[in-house]
């Protein structure tokens, strides 16, 4: 093989390698954006469960919040009814493993409209901090978001409850809402909506 030939030889392995790099980087990619079918959270709940004892100043939705599990599945671990919510200090409460699966959605964001009021973790909302706002999943929960267009991706806490965008059937159109910051990030801000995976992480 002479020089020439071998220069050509190794420019086609370059070529073929720099493909494949880039196949595997947009694997994921959303082509057909407005066929893009958003999902919805599911949950693997085992029959694995732990206990903890009640302290004076708990509440139902305070221990959920504290196991990243929502106060009708502590409910239900422990036979109680739906508005059951009177508990005391020194009672045994079983604390059931729920599993948040990852999933895809749409992502919007919010930003100056909501800039100082107060979202639904009592906290005010800074627009600047990355964080999101979701209907299911459990306040104080981290999750991982995937920009499935550019690879790019941000972990933030769900600290408020949205988005509550429908579609002309009435469906949610939207599954999870970031903040300004979180947007600017993720390469939200013109687009204004992308597709995303969220990737719960307790």
């Known amino acids: 093989m002479n020089k020439v030939q071998t220069i050509v030889s190794i420019t086609v392995i370059l070529t073929v390698v720099v493909i494949f790099i880039i196949a595997l980087q947009n694997k994921d990619r959303v082509e057909d954006f407005d066929n893009f079918i958003s999902e919805h959270p599911s949950i693997e709940e085992s029959t694995d469960l732990s206990s903890y004892e009640v302290k004076t100043g708990d509440t139902i939705i305070g221990i959920a919040k504290k196991f990243n599990i929502l106060p009708w599945q502590l409910r239900t671990a422990n036979n109680m009814s739906g508005e059951d919510t009177l508990i005391h200090p020194g009672e045994m409460l079983y604390i059931p493993l729920v599993i948040w699966e990852t999933y895809h959605g749409k992502a919007s964001w919010y930003g100056p409209n909501f800039h100082g009021k107060k979202m639904a973790n009592g906290m005010m909302y800074d627009q600047e901090k990355i964080l999101v706002a979701h209907r299911i999943l459990p306040l104080g929960i981290h999750v991982r978001i995937t920009n499935l267009n550019s690879g790019k991706s941000i972990v933030a806490q769900v600290l408020d409850r949205g988005p509550y965008a ?13 903040s300004y910051g979180a947007a600017k990030e993720l390469g939200a801000i013109e687009p204004g909506v992308i597709p995303v995976k969220i990737e719960p992480l307790g």
């Open 166 to 178: 429908k579609n002309a059937d009435g469906e949610y159109s939207r599954e999870i809402d970031l």
